[in-house]
């Protein structure tokens, strides 16, 4: 038996017209999904760069989202 507590945690991903995906950790980094995926896009070594994935998944010229950890 381990007294380990294992904690996931996520950010939701908000623009001006409401959330745009999520962001989880994950064994061995991050991984991020925009509403409407289907599955994860990939895993990421930091929480920053799955923030830039985020981002750079949006609109050209999207502006950066707020994060808000839940």
Sequence with gaps: ?????????HWVAFGPAGAL????SVQGGFTFSLLG?????????S???A???LHAS???G?????FKEH
């Design 1 to 9: 038996m381990s007294d380990t507590t294992l904690v996931r945690s």
């Design 21 to 24: 995906g999520s962001i989880h």
């Design 37 to 45: 995926d289907t599955v994860p896009r990939g895993v990421f070594p």
């Design 47 to 49: 929480l920053a760069v």
């Design 51 to 53: 923030k830039s994935a």
């Design 58 to 60: 949006l609109e050209h």
């Design 62 to 66: 999207a502006e950066w989202p707020e």
